[in-house]
């Protein structure tokens, strides 16, 4: 259980982010659901999940901003008085094919997928440290690890995450910060909504267990990353994504 | 209020779990106090805490002894 703990989930307003942060509240976190502009559908999840009997609140940054991040951590302290687990799962694609990707498509996805973790990790690690623990997850992709054609840019960024993962859990292990990340693969959100069904058909080829998979098998896998029973377990990917990379 | 040195000292005492007579002018964290870099980053964000102040990225990287921490932060509150 996650009781009286407080959690910040990134992008938490939809999609895997809003799995993430329900399924905390539901082990009893405090969750602060952050977006980027969305603002009805962060309500939405908030007003959720005070109906679970926890407390939640929306606060509005880009990640890959470091004043507005370090305001969105300030504002936790404020409210909650400690951060104890950090989702950094906010994510954008910019698709196209490497030889069509504009510089504008790959810097846009880099800075929100990969600067974007490094920022909020940054901030979060000040307060961590003082707490001598915390829980670091970072939301990459299977694709991160198997590379996918026409998303150089996501493909790059969510490997870089992996990197990132490795050294932040080694750098911060001596404090008592467990970093860990998860590489999902084909989940329906709508950011997978926009592929075309020859894709789906073609990657349900690929998957063993034959079926694409929901935000709440990753929910699940992070809720375990940020509780008690994970406390060995650093540096590490798990591939939540029904077999499809081994 | 105590002495800046003197406040200096309670908390690298207290963080680095070392011997007061140890924490001199010239003691350097990572030779004498045996801090590794990331006691030092945690000190300096001690320091900030308690002096009120924020100590650029630049700047902590140029403190090396318990002087240099105590000089910085004198220059600061002018």
Redesign the interface.
Known sequence: MLTGKTAIVTGGSRGIGKAIAIELAKNGANVVVNYAGNEARAQEVVEEIIGLGVQAIKVQADVANEAQVKELMQTTIDTFGSIDILVNNAGITRDNLLMRMKETEFDQVINTNLKGVFICTKAVT?QM??QRSGRIINVASIVGVSGNPGQANYVAAKAGVIGLTKTTAK?LA??NIIVNAVAPGFISTDMTDELTDEQKSGMLELIPLARFGQPEDVAKVIRFLASDDASYITGQTIHIDGGMVM | MADVFDRVKEIIVDKLDVEESKVTMEASFKDDLEADSLDVVELVMELEDEFDMEIADEEAEKINTVGDAVNYIKNLQG
């Open positions: 000040r440290m003082k750098e001596s404090r």
